[in-house]
């Protein structure tokens, strides 16, 4: 009768709240997480710390590009292997 | 002899393609994995020079940039000649619970505050760093790379569960890290340090 997902305790939720960010748990947990962390105050704020933390790790992107020489240097040694980065015509 | 020429051609126009694109990343991989800019440097070219040499055998449409990270790998673990990881006995569920206290903890210090810190970058970059192989080349792929778990197990070759394990181990150790950080950057409050003692 009623589409509620079902219950889970703050511990289950806990346990599954990395995967449940990560969008790693299967269609029905996803929702049981998420139904979880709207009804309680205990938990949605170490989802919301996980989110930013993921989301600052995420960031290492932008920080760590590779220097232009090194590119440089796996270019020339591709060449040397017989890459040709030009096209032809 | 146009031929060959002609699929040489095709093999780098695909190889400039679906390979190239990716340096920036492998290299980011590559420097979780060594540390170090120099073996990052030598590791990244090596990669890139057996994925040239072995392009016939990459499957077009595939994911090329797990292909590198696989090969990237594989390039790190015979640098170091490294044996093969034992599977470690961490428990995933028990280390999400543990991160949750953690930040618990955080909250009542008040070092929960440090991830609005604009400067977060460095002592998050340097959390990381500390982390021992095999947790850190996991925080790379999945954080920072933004691969599954399913693709972090191929590409490092164990099953699933160890990525699991050890991604929730390498975050909450980089909860402490941070916590410490904070504590030392004055984000601790003496109020919340008087309520951790009620």
């Not at chain 1, 919301?48 to 440089?72: N, W, Y």
């Amino acid at each position: 009768m009623s589409d509620e997902p079902r219950a889970i305790d703050c511990r289950t939720a806990v346990q599954q709240l990395w995967d449940y960010l990560d969008d790693e748990l299967n269609d029905a947990r996803m929702v049981e997480v998420r139904h979880h962390l709207l009804t309680c105050k205990s938990c949605l704020p170490h989802a919301e710390f996980g989110r930013l933390f993921i989301q600052a790790l995420s960031r290492a992107r932008e920080r760590h590009v590779m220097p232009p020489a090194v590119r440089s240097q796996v270019m020339a040694a591709l060449a040397e292997a017989g890459y040709s980065s030009e096209s032809p015509g | 002899m146009a031929e060959s020429r002609d699929s040489g051609q095709s093999k780098d126009d695909s190889f400039a393609r679906d390979a190239i694109p990716w340096m920036d990343d492998v290299y980011r991989f590559a420097l979780s994995l060594t540390r170090d800019s120099n073996d990052a440097q030598d590791i990244v070219q090596e990669t890139y020079l057996r994925a040239y040499r072995s392009w016939h055998t990459f499957e077009p449409g595939s994911d090329c940039r797990r292909w590198l990270f696989t090969i990237c790998r594989n390039a790190f673990l015979r640098s170091r000649q490294h044996s093969r990881h034992e599977v470690e006995a961490i428990d995933g569920d028990a280390e999400a619970l543990a991160s949750a206290r953690e930040h618990s903890e955080m909250i009542v210090d008040g070092t929960d505050r440090i991830l609005a810190s604009v400067d977060l970058g460095p002592a998050l970059d340097r959390a990381m760093a500390d982390l021992d192989e095999p947790f850190r080349s996991v925080v790379q792929l999945v954080d920072v790379e933004d691969q599954s778990y399913e693709a972090a197990a191929d590409i490092l070759g164990v099953p699933i569960g160890t990525v699991r394990s050890r991604l929730f181990r390498a975050r909450r150790q980089m909860q402490q890290k941070l916590r410490a950080h904070a504590k030392d950057a004055g984000l601790a409050t003496v109020e919340a340090d008087r309520k951790s003692h009620v």
